[in-house]
Structure formats: C-alpha cells, structure tokens
C-alpha cells in the first residue's frame, strides 16, 4: 500500500515563498510521475505540477508557471513544490499524488494514490 503525507504548509503573506514536500512509503518511489494538486473552497481539484520518475520532464499549469518549481530527490522518496510570489489566489489544500506513467499529465483520474493534503493559505 503506498503512502503520501505531504508537509510545508501554512499561512504565508502575498509574495511570499512556501516549499511543500511530500513524502512516499509502501513502494518503490522512483519508477512513477508525481504530481501537485490543489482545492479551493467550492472549486474542483485543480492540477498544479507533476514530474517523470528521472525529474527529466516537468508539467506546470499556466497559473503557477514561472512562480513554482517541482523536483524530486528518488533517494529520499521525496516531491518537494517550491512556491514562489504567492498570491492569494493560491491558497487552497494541496495534494500530491503518484501516477504510473511514462509523461506527466493533468488529469486527475489518471492519478492513482492521494495523500491527505497541506493547507496554503496567503494573505492579501
């Protein structure tokens, strides 16, 4: 059974910088894309990033593009989301998940385990 428990999350001020992580157990971590995404209140879940199993290939939505950095350290089964210029629109619950695919994608579907999420939330 794979686990994910994601970390890092908080209240931060608009423009400000959070780094969420989130930590794999139960199987091997390497050989999966893994991917952010996050909640809003009343909204549906929104893809944010996802990364391939080398760290080769990132995927970022047009929101968070040029403001969040995916990585991954295999050794340590570990995503890490750097969150930079944050804005209030950002704040939600932010899950990562792990897919078994080849290419990072979007679609939340295609994601099969969740962790339990981190709550961002930024202060205008």
């Known amino acids: 059974q794979v686990r994910l428990v994601e970390s890092g999350g908080g209240l931060v001020q608009a423009g400000g910088s959070l780094r969420l992580s989130c930590a794999a157990s139960g199987r091997t971590f390497s050989n999966y894309v893994m991917g952010w995404f996050r909640q809003a209140p009343g909204k549906e879940r929104e893809f944010v990033a996802a990364?391939?199993?080398?760290?080769?290939?990132?995927r970022y939505a047009d929101s968070v593009k040029g403001r969040f950095t995916i990585s991954r350290d295999n050794a340590k089964n570990t995503v890490y989301l750097q969150m930079n210029s944050l804005k209030p629109e950002d704040t939600a619950v932010y899950y990562c998940a792990e897919d078994l695919a080849v290419v990072p994608r979007e679609v939340r579907y295609e994601y099969d385990y969740w962790g339990q999420g981190t709550q961002v939330t930024v202060s205008s």
């Open positions: 990364i391939t199993w080398s760290g080769g290939s990132t």
